[in-house]
Protein backbone atom coordinates (compact mmCIF):
# COMPACT_ATOMS: atom_id res chain seq x y z
CA UNK A 1 0.00 0.00 0.00
CA UNK A 2 1.26 3.15 -0.88
CA UNK A 3 1.16 6.02 1.86
CA UNK A 4 0.62 9.93 0.45
CA UNK A 5 1.91 12.39 2.27
CA UNK A 6 -0.43 15.17 1.36
CA UNK A 7 1.40 19.21 1.91
CA UNK A 8 -1.04 22.06 2.20
CA UNK A 9 0.16 25.31 1.04
CA UNK A 10 -0.78 28.48 3.17
CA UNK A 11 -1.39 31.81 1.72
CA UNK A 12 0.35 34.38 4.29
CA UNK A 13 -0.71 38.04 3.80
CA UNK A 14 2.26 40.38 5.36
CA UNK A 15 1.12 43.62 6.66
CA UNK A 16 4.08 45.81 7.55
CA UNK A 17 4.23 46.97 10.92
CA UNK A 18 4.66 51.16 11.58
CA UNK A 19 7.70 52.51 11.99
CA UNK A 20 8.49 53.44 15.76
CA UNK A 21 10.44 56.30 16.66
CA UNK A 22 13.16 56.33 19.69
CA UNK A 23 12.14 59.28 21.87
CA UNK A 24 14.67 58.79 24.77
CA UNK A 25 17.44 56.52 25.87
CA UNK A 26 18.30 55.95 29.44
CA UNK A 27 21.08 53.61 30.87
CA UNK A 28 21.00 51.56 33.88
CA UNK A 29 23.72 49.71 36.01
CA UNK A 30 23.69 46.12 36.40
CA UNK A 31 26.38 44.66 38.85
CA UNK A 32 27.53 42.00 41.40
CA UNK A 33 30.22 41.29 44.29
CA UNK A 34 32.09 38.74 45.54
CA UNK A 35 34.53 38.14 48.48
CA UNK A 36 36.11 35.62 49.66
CA UNK A 37 34.24 32.32 51.35
CA UNK A 38 35.39 31.87 54.95
CA UNK A 39 32.54 28.52 54.55
CA UNK A 40 33.55 24.85 55.25
CA UNK A 41 33.89 22.93 52.07
CA UNK A 42 32.38 19.33 53.27
CA UNK A 43 34.06 16.13 51.63
CA UNK A 44 33.00 15.36 48.02
CA UNK A 45 33.92 12.02 46.09
CA UNK A 46 37.35 11.81 44.74
CA UNK A 47 36.01 9.79 41.84
CA UNK A 48 33.12 11.79 41.18
CA UNK A 49 32.96 15.39 42.77
CA UNK A 50 29.96 16.18 42.08
CA UNK A 51 28.74 14.34 44.52
CA UNK A 52 28.76 14.92 48.44
CA UNK A 53 30.01 12.12 50.94
CA UNK A 54 30.39 11.32 54.35
CA UNK A 55 33.89 9.43 54.68
CA UNK A 56 34.43 7.54 58.07
CA UNK A 57 38.30 6.44 59.63
CA UNK A 58 39.40 2.71 59.44
CA UNK A 59 37.68 2.14 62.79
CA UNK A 60 34.16 3.92 61.52
CA UNK A 61 34.28 6.80 63.38
CA UNK A 62 33.80 9.93 61.95
CA UNK A 63 36.91 11.87 60.70
CA UNK A 64 38.49 14.74 62.12
CA UNK A 65 36.20 18.02 60.83
CA UNK A 66 37.98 19.88 57.79
CA UNK A 67 39.32 23.54 58.23
CA UNK A 68 36.97 26.62 57.87
CA UNK A 69 38.30 29.60 55.53
CA UNK A 70 38.91 30.52 52.18
CA UNK A 71 41.99 28.60 51.81
CA UNK A 72 41.46 25.13 53.66
CA UNK A 73 41.95 21.49 53.96
CA UNK A 74 38.40 19.77 53.87
CA UNK A 75 39.34 16.22 54.18
CA UNK A 76 42.89 13.86 54.34
CA UNK A 77 42.47 9.82 54.89
CA UNK A 78 43.66 7.81 57.46
CA UNK A 79 45.63 4.81 56.44
CA UNK A 80 44.82 1.22 58.16
CA UNK A 81 47.55 -1.36 56.33
CA UNK A 82 45.52 -4.32 57.92
CA UNK A 83 46.06 -7.25 60.19
CA UNK A 84 49.84 -9.30 58.72
CA UNK A 85 51.49 -12.34 60.23
CA UNK A 86 54.84 -11.08 61.30
CA UNK A 87 57.28 -12.23 58.74
CA UNK A 88 61.24 -11.97 58.80
CA UNK A 89 61.28 -10.90 55.04
CA UNK A 90 60.78 -7.93 53.48
CA UNK A 91 56.99 -6.59 52.80
CA UNK A 92 55.50 -4.11 50.99
CA UNK A 93 51.33 -4.01 53.17
CA UNK A 94 48.86 -2.17 51.23
CA UNK A 95 46.32 0.44 52.52
CA UNK A 96 42.52 -0.25 53.04
CA UNK A 97 40.55 2.07 50.65
CA UNK A 98 38.41 4.67 52.01
CA UNK A 99 34.84 3.66 53.47
CA UNK A 100 31.83 5.82 54.20
CA UNK A 101 29.42 5.63 56.36
CA UNK A 102 25.60 4.18 55.59
CA UNK A 103 26.95 3.13 52.20
CA UNK A 104 29.03 0.16 50.85
CA UNK A 105 30.82 2.86 48.43
CA UNK A 106 34.54 2.64 48.03
CA UNK A 107 37.04 4.83 46.75
CA UNK A 108 40.77 5.44 46.34
CA UNK A 109 42.36 7.08 50.07
CA UNK A 110 42.50 11.01 48.99
CA UNK A 111 42.96 14.39 50.53
CA UNK A 112 40.66 17.35 49.28
CA UNK A 113 41.52 21.01 49.45
CA UNK A 114 39.24 24.29 48.76
CA UNK A 115 40.33 27.74 47.51
CA UNK A 116 37.89 30.11 47.49
CA UNK A 117 40.16 33.28 47.98
CA UNK A 118 39.17 34.49 44.86
CA UNK A 119 42.83 35.44 43.93
CA UNK A 120 44.35 32.02 42.18
CA UNK A 121 47.47 32.97 43.69
CA UNK A 122 48.76 29.73 44.27
CA UNK A 123 49.56 27.40 47.06
CA UNK A 124 51.31 24.04 48.43
CA UNK A 125 49.71 21.10 50.21
CA UNK A 126 52.39 19.32 52.31
CA UNK A 127 52.55 15.59 54.45
CA UNK A 128 54.79 14.90 57.13
CA UNK A 129 55.06 12.13 59.13
CA UNK A 130 55.71 13.26 62.59
CA UNK A 131 56.90 9.54 64.52
CA UNK A 132 57.90 6.25 63.25
CA UNK A 133 54.91 3.48 63.83
CA UNK A 134 54.97 2.65 67.25
CA UNK A 135 53.61 0.51 69.77
CA UNK A 136 54.00 1.09 73.23
CA UNK A 137 57.64 1.88 73.68
CA UNK A 138 58.64 -0.58 70.55
CA UNK A 139 58.84 1.81 66.99
CA UNK A 140 58.63 -0.37 63.48
CA UNK A 141 62.06 0.72 62.90
CA UNK A 142 63.09 1.38 58.91
CA UNK A 143 59.52 1.10 58.01
CA UNK A 144 58.53 3.90 55.43
CA UNK A 145 55.21 5.05 53.74
CA UNK A 146 55.11 5.58 49.82
CA UNK A 147 51.84 7.18 47.73
CA UNK A 148 52.24 6.37 44.34
CA UNK A 149 49.87 6.74 41.10
CA UNK A 150 48.39 10.23 42.61
CA UNK A 151 45.89 12.23 40.17
CA UNK A 152 43.57 15.16 41.19
CA UNK A 153 39.89 15.72 40.26
CA UNK A 154 37.56 18.67 40.91
CA UNK A 155 33.95 19.77 40.00
CA UNK A 156 35.70 23.83 38.81
CA UNK A 157 35.16 23.73 35.22
CA UNK A 158 37.20 26.37 34.40
CA UNK A 159 40.04 26.35 37.02
CA UNK A 160 43.32 25.43 36.15
CA UNK A 161 44.65 22.65 37.91
CA UNK A 162 47.34 21.93 40.37
CA UNK A 163 49.81 19.31 40.17
CA UNK A 164 49.74 15.88 42.27
CA UNK A 165 52.98 14.91 43.00
CA UNK A 166 53.88 11.07 43.98
CA UNK A 167 55.92 10.31 47.76
CA UNK A 168 58.37 7.60 47.42
CA UNK A 169 59.36 7.50 50.72
CA UNK A 170 57.91 9.84 53.31
CA UNK A 171 60.36 9.48 55.69
CA UNK A 172 59.24 9.62 59.65
CA UNK A 173 60.44 12.91 61.62
CA UNK A 174 61.62 14.20 58.71
CA UNK A 175 60.70 17.48 56.57
CA UNK A 176 57.23 18.26 55.26
CA UNK A 177 56.77 16.81 51.70
CA UNK A 178 55.45 18.22 48.87
CA UNK A 179 51.85 16.15 47.44
CA UNK A 180 50.21 19.00 45.51
CA UNK A 181 51.40 22.63 44.17
CA UNK A 182 49.12 25.08 42.61
CA UNK A 183 51.22 27.86 40.75
CA UNK A 184 49.22 31.19 40.29
CA UNK A 185 46.57 31.17 38.02
CA UNK A 186 46.16 27.25 39.06
CA UNK A 187 43.90 25.38 41.79
CA UNK A 188 40.82 27.95 42.32
CA UNK A 189 38.33 25.90 43.66
CA UNK A 190 37.76 22.76 45.50
CA UNK A 191 40.62 19.63 44.38
CA UNK A 192 41.12 16.18 45.20
CA UNK A 193 44.57 14.53 44.98
CA UNK A 194 43.87 10.59 44.75
CA UNK A 195 46.01 7.67 44.90
CA UNK A 196 45.55 4.86 42.46
CA UNK A 197 42.37 2.76 42.34
CA UNK A 198 40.24 0.23 44.32
CA UNK A 199 41.35 -3.00 43.60
CA UNK A 200 41.00 -6.58 45.06
CA UNK A 201 43.92 -8.57 47.59
CA UNK A 202 43.60 -12.09 48.68
CA UNK A 203 44.65 -11.03 52.17
CA UNK A 204 45.88 -14.11 54.39
CA UNK A 205 44.17 -14.00 57.99
CA UNK A 206 46.13 -14.72 61.40
CA UNK A 207 44.75 -18.27 61.53
CA UNK A 208 46.34 -19.38 57.74
CA UNK A 209 42.73 -18.33 55.88
CA UNK A 210 42.38 -15.91 53.06
CA UNK A 211 39.82 -13.46 52.74
CA UNK A 212 39.38 -10.44 49.79
CA UNK A 213 40.36 -6.89 51.42
CA UNK A 214 39.63 -4.09 49.50
CA UNK A 215 42.65 -1.88 48.67
CA UNK A 216 44.52 1.36 47.66
CA UNK A 217 47.73 -0.31 46.15
CA UNK A 218 49.56 3.20 45.71
CA UNK A 219 49.84 3.73 48.91
CA UNK A 220 51.97 1.43 50.38
CA UNK A 221 53.84 0.48 54.14
CA UNK A 222 57.23 -0.90 53.35
CA UNK A 223 58.61 -2.86 56.42
CA UNK A 224 61.87 -4.48 56.40
CA UNK A 225 62.66 -8.28 57.11
CA UNK A 226 65.19 -7.42 60.12
CA UNK A 227 62.81 -5.44 61.97
CA UNK A 228 61.75 -6.18 65.33
CA UNK A 229 57.76 -6.59 65.19
CA UNK A 230 55.70 -7.36 68.10
CA UNK A 231 51.81 -8.56 68.29
CA UNK A 232 50.73 -5.49 68.47
CA UNK A 233 48.50 -2.48 66.74
CA UNK A 234 51.56 0.28 65.31
CA UNK A 235 50.17 3.52 64.93
CA UNK A 236 51.41 6.61 63.76
CA UNK A 237 50.18 10.33 62.65
CA UNK A 238 50.34 12.01 59.47
CA UNK A 239 49.77 15.98 59.58
CA UNK A 240 49.29 18.08 56.53
CA UNK A 241 49.55 21.51 56.11
CA UNK A 242 48.08 23.96 53.46
CA UNK A 243 50.06 27.01 52.60
CA UNK A 244 49.57 30.10 50.54
CA UNK A 245 52.67 31.11 48.29
CA UNK A 246 54.60 34.40 49.37
CA UNK A 247 53.63 37.20 46.55
CA UNK A 248 56.61 38.58 45.24
Known amino acids: MKRILLVTGLLVTLIAA ?5 AAMYPSDGRVQFVPNNDQTPPVDPTDPQ ?5 ETPGGQPP ?4 AGPLSIDFASSFSFGVNRISNKDQIYYADAQT ?3 TAHLTPNYVQVTDNRGTASGWVL ?3 QLQQFQADNAALEGAFVSFG ?3 VNSNSTDSLAPAALAV ?6 SSETQVMTADKTEGAGTWEDYWGEVTDLAQEKPDGHFYTRKVTKAIQLHV ?3 TVKLPKTYRTTFVWSLKEIPSN
Not at 18 to 22: E, F, K, L, R
Not at 64 to 67: P, R, S
Request: no cysteine; glycine share 6%.
Open 51 to 55: EPVNP
Open 126 to 128: TVK
Open 149 to 151: NPH
Open 168 to 173: KALLPN
Open 224 to 226: PGK
Open 64 to 67: EAGQ
Open 100 to 102: YRD
Open 18 to 22: PAVST
